[in-house]
């Protein structure tokens, strides 16, 4: 162990993942074609022995070879009529690992909290001490059967638990302890809304299972080029539930919409705070590509490490790059069934290593775990407890007349839709809460840098200033400008108390009005000359002058009508025989 905690380890590797398939196009096959030919279509795995070195050497200098013989006889054959383009396809799956949120970790009594300092949150079961034995979380339990049902699937009434025998650094036992052949969810799907329409992708299965440690690599912000590895064991044990998707997906678009959307329903049903930059959901992508109308599967590779579903978009692109220009060129063997890790500084995916089998793993049945049984009654309790899923929450905020566009930014974040449907209980209009909230509040977010669940301003706030705003005590400039305010906390007691109080209600009075608009007019002569004489544009400057006077408290409807009788009167008192001087001075009065 080093002066912070943490424990160093040999430097190791691991991965998992999806699919995925395109035609070469754009930067994305520019990038992919520059890879290949400078061999890194070839596994770039560490040789086993000087052998295995030679043998990829060999295969390095060949690969570079058929390149420039490519690249010399490409001129010698223009002349030749070129066969016709392969079309190829995308198939992709998705394995998501989604930490749970339970208060101690999925076999023992450890904290299940990010963020303490390294190797305090263990215990002799969590490390795998000889003579320990694990207890299964019941809450882990609870959150898998609320996940299955939200995917619809089939909730297994027995399920069992297993050994997943790998051997890394980061897992103390030499163990995982998973679920193999019965898992606690199998079947099911998820409704996805895209720019093309709903889609609905299989989900295979959801088990639970405990994580594994963390590497943290030093000298280096990876494993290549690092001198050493710690690992932390805080997360080891805690409760994942891995959520396999079917190889549904043809596109990269269709896989971050489906990561993202099953991030709303893991936050909505309070599972997961699906935190991908603190690793609380883990995205692995497996891509193959296939001919357009092929039946069978290409060599799926699984890609790892990408933190946001921008990335995951990324890298599933550059991936199907790499292997339709391996496939065109040729060297369709040389896509292998690996690991590879996606480099966001060189925006390329990278061999991390083989893939292991199923045989590699040796499960067997975990001999410490009883089998798990669910009954009808827990099924049942935890549905009626189910909270909104998001697909039902659009539909909802659809039913109220909102835009698509709005409702789709409003059912984004749970803690926009959490605030917007306190402000809607508070009484606000759909729409008027909606534009606060997208607007005003969501920018004040960002320049405060927290959520709507950390405003000072309450959803109740928001409604009483929006009625406010439509009963006409304040208008919506007072509104803005007292906003700051506002978020700072200053309406503890309530918006129209503190309106009140501050002097900040709006003017409504038509005597009072009528006396602003006639002192503006008599302090610009000659910009009213001008009005009357044609420049009816200056209708603006009088509006301007009339709010600046007021200190914006005026109301604007009001203002507006008054402001338009006076000049109307004025044009007309300078209309031939409806007066002299351009309205400055009236008619006299008949005899």
Not at 226 to 231: C, F, P, Q, R, Y
Not at 403 to 413: F, G, Q, S
Request: charged residues 20%; glycine residues 10%.
């Amino acid at each position: 162990m080093n002066a912070s905690g943490m424990l160093r380890a040999p430097v190791l590797r691991s991965g998992q993942c999806m699919r995925l398939l395109l035609r070469p196009h754009g930067a994305a096959a520019a990038a992919a074609a520059a890879a290949v030919a400078r061999g890194g279509g070839a596994r770039a795995l560490a040789p086993r022995s000087q052998q295995a070195q030679h043998h990829q050497q060999q295969q390095q200098r060949r690969a570079a070879s058929s390149v420039a013989a490519a690249a010399a006889a490409a001129p010698a054959a223009e002349h030749v009529s070129a066969p016709a383009a392969q079309e190829y396809e995308a198939v992709i799956g998705i394995e998501t690992h989604v930490q749970l949120l339970t208060r101690t970790k999925a076999f023992c009594s450890c904290a299940n909290q990010y963020g303490n300092e390294p190797n305090t949150n263990i215990c002799p079961v969590c490390m795998g001490h000889p003579g320990s034995l694990p207890v299964l979380n019941a809450e882990a339990v609870t959150l898998a059967i609320r996940a299955g049902l939200a995917l619809n699937a089939d909730i297994a009434r027995r399920s069992k638990f297993d050994r997943k025998q790998y051997f890394y650094a980061d897992l103390p036992k030499g163990y995982q302890i998973s679920q193999y052949d019965l898992p606690v969810c199998s079947g099911g799907y998820l409704e996805v809304d895209t720019p093309e329409g709903t889609k609905r992708f299989g989900v295979t299965r959801a088990h639970l299972e405990e994580d594994a440690g963390k590497n943290v690599h030093g000298g280096a912000d990876a494993l290549s080029g690092s001198s050493h590895t710690l690992v932390d064991y805080n997360r080891a044990g805690v409760p994942l539930l891995e959520i396999v998707s079917e190889p549904d997906m043809r596109s990269a678009r269709d896989a971050a919409a489906y990561g993202a959307e099953l991030r709303r329903v893991v936050r909505a049903l309070g599972i997961s705070d699906g935190n991908m930059a603190e690793g609380s959901m883990r995205c692995d992508v497996n891509v193959s590509v296939r001919c357009a109308g092929a039946a069978a599967f290409g060599t799926k590779v699984e890609v790892k490490n990408m933190n946001s579903f921008a990335n995951m978009q990324k890298a599933i692109e550059f991936e199907i790059q790499r292997q339709v220009s391996l496939l065109e060129a040729g060297r369709g063997a040389e896509v292998a069934q690996e690991t590879r890790l996606w480099d966001e500084a060189k925006q390329e995916t990278t061999s991390m290593r083989t893939k292991e089998g199923l045989a590699d793993y040796r499960y067997f049945p975990e001999p410490d775990l009883p089998d798990l049984e669910i009954t009808d009654a827990q099924i049942e309790e935890v549905k009626a407890s189910l909270a909104e899923l998001p697909v039902a929450k659009r539909a909802r905020y659809l039913s109220l007349g909102l835009p698509r566009a709005d409702v789709l930014i409003l059912a984004d974040e749970l803690s926009t839709s959490d605030y917007f449907d306190a402000a809607l209980a508070a009484g606000a209009p759909a729409k008027a809460a909606a534009n606060w909230v997208m607007g005003d509040l969501m920018a004040a977010c960002k320049e405060r840098k927290v959520g709507m669940d950390g405003l000072a301003l309450s959803p109740a706030a928001l409604a009483e200033t929006i009625s406010l705003i439509e009963s006409g005590a304040i208008s919506g400039k007072i509104a803005k400008d007292l906003l700051p305010r506002l978020l700072d906390g200053e309406a503890a007691a309530g918006v129209a108390a503190f309106v009140e109080a501050e002097g900040l209600g709006q003017i409504s009075d038509e005597s009072a009005v009528e006396a602003m608009v006639d002192g503006v007019l008599a302090a610009n002569p000659g910009q009213l000359l001008q009005y009357v004489a044609g420049k009816t544009k200056l209708a603006g400057f009088f509006t301007g002058q009339v709010m600046k006077v007021s200190a914006g408290r005026v109301n604007p409807g009001l203002m507006n009508a008054v402001l338009a009788r006076r000049l109307a009167a004025a044009v007309e008192a300078a209309a031939p025989g409806g007066g002299a001087g351009g309205g400055q001075q009236q008619a006299p009065p008949a005899s």
